[in-house]
Every structure is written in structure tokens, then in C-alpha cells.
């Protein structure tokens, strides 16, 4: 059995044995940057349809022809989508996980409509209130939220964060929940390779993860 194949087990059967995924069903996104569709093919073939990239064109390079033929694939985008690269983004990705800012969700709309199409978007927050990060803040989330919905009609499934390095993720997780649970939002697009477990002790059911399945990049 392909390494990557292994790897994926391995983090569901440990999901499993500390009996995280009871009140809800984890979605494993595989974060494929860098790696080419050789090294991805083995999952897909062993049916796993969730797959992340961060960079539009490599993405369109990537995935455009394969998920022609394989329809089940869903496409995440999980890095930040400058308001020039909307339209490829839309027509490629199945959800979206950087909303973070009204001028991309102005757009966004526009290109929905245009393309027909209907997109799961996650509003990125910035919990750690850091300048040099994307995202809404917190306290701007409830109006943002609203805008979203009623004026601009996306379809907004939950939020997303990125914790401070070199801090106890868990503090901005349980952040994170709260503020989903104000707003009736189920989802929760949080953790990656180093922080999942924690993640999901607070209901994160979208977790991100790239090396603990690939290995490291090149």
C-alpha cells in the first residue's frame, strides 16, 4: 500500500482511538501543494476526494483536466486568493476557505453569478489579531457574517483560522467555536499536521493536513 495511503489511516485511526469523531464527521483535507498528481493519484484511486492547494495556477495546472473525469474530487482552496484570481478560483474550487475581506466577498458574488455556480465558503478570522496575517476580526464577525448572507447570498458554511506559532493553539480553537456557535455555523475549518487533535477537541471538522500524508516538501 502506497505511504500516503498508510499515513491517512494512521491519523484516522488515531482520530478514532481518542474518540474525537463522535460528535461529528471529520473531513481530512490532503494539502497537495507542491506535490504532483503522480504522488496524489494513489489516495484518489484508494477513494480519497479532498484535496487543498494554496496557489491558483498551480492548481489549474494540477487539477483542471482530472476533475473532468472524476467528479467526486472536491477542491479546497486553503491559501490566500488575491481578487484578480476569483473567477479561476470559482470555476476550479469547490469551497473556499480564505474569505477575508468584503471586497473578495463582493467579488466572489460577482463571479458566482456569471459562472452559475455556488461555492462553500469559510470566513477566515484572525484570532490572534496579528498584523501580518488575513482575516476578519473577531469582533467584526457578526456584521461581516450578515453582509455575506443576506446581501450578498454566499453560501457561508463556518470559519477558519490560523493560531499564532509557538503558542497553545487551544486557546484560539476554543475562540473559534464560540464564535461559530453565536452564529449557528457548523463548521469549522481549523488544524493541520502539528495541531489537529486539539482542533478537533473543539469541533473543528474540516482539518488541513499536508505532511503527516506526504511527507515533508521539497
Avoid at 474540516?206 to 506526504?214: E, L
Amino acid at each position: 500500500m502506497h505511504k500516503s495511503i498508510n499515513n491517512l489511516n494512521e491519523i484516522k485511526k488515531e482520530i478514532n482511538s481518542k474518540n474525537l469523531n463522535i460528535q461529528s464527521k471529520i473531513k481530512i483535507i490532503a494539502v497537495s501543494k507542491t506535490f504532483g498528481i503522480k504522488d496524489i493519484l494513489p489516495l484518489i484511486d484508494y477513494g480519497h476526494f479532498d484535496f487543498g492547494e494554496n496557489k491558483i495556477q498551480e492548481a489549474v495546472d494540477k487539477w483542471s483536466q482530472i476533475k473532468l473525469t472524476k467528479k467526486e474530487i472536491k477542491l479546497h482552496m486553503i491559501g490566500k486568493l488575491q481578487s484578480n484570481k476569483v473567477k479561476q478560483a470559482v470555476n476550479l474550487f469547490d469551497y473556499i476557505h480564505s474569505l477575508d475581506s468584503i471586497k473578495l466577498a463582493k467579488k466572489i458574488s460577482t463571479e458566482q453569478k456569471k459562472l452559475n455556480k455556488k461555492i462553500k465558503l469559510f470566513i477566515q478570522i484572525n484570532i490572534g489579531n496579528e498584523d501580518q496575517k488575513s482575516g476578519i476580526k473577531i469582533e467584526d464577525l457578526p456584521d461581516f457574517y450578515q453582509n455575506c448572507k443576506n446581501n450578498l447570498d454566499l453560501d457561508v458554511i463556518g470559519l477558519m483560522c490560523l493560531p499564532p506559532i509557538n503558542t497553545n493553539p487551544s486557546i484560539y480553537f476554543s475562540k473559534m467555536a464560540i464564535a461559530a456557535k453565536d452564529l449557528s455555523l457548523k463548521e469549522l475549518s481549523m488544524g493541520m499536521s502539528s495541531d489537529y487533535l486539539s482542533a478537533i477537541k473543539y469541533n473543528a471538522s474540516y482539518i488541513r493536513i499536508g505532511s503527516k500524508i506526504f511527507g515533508n516538501r521539497n
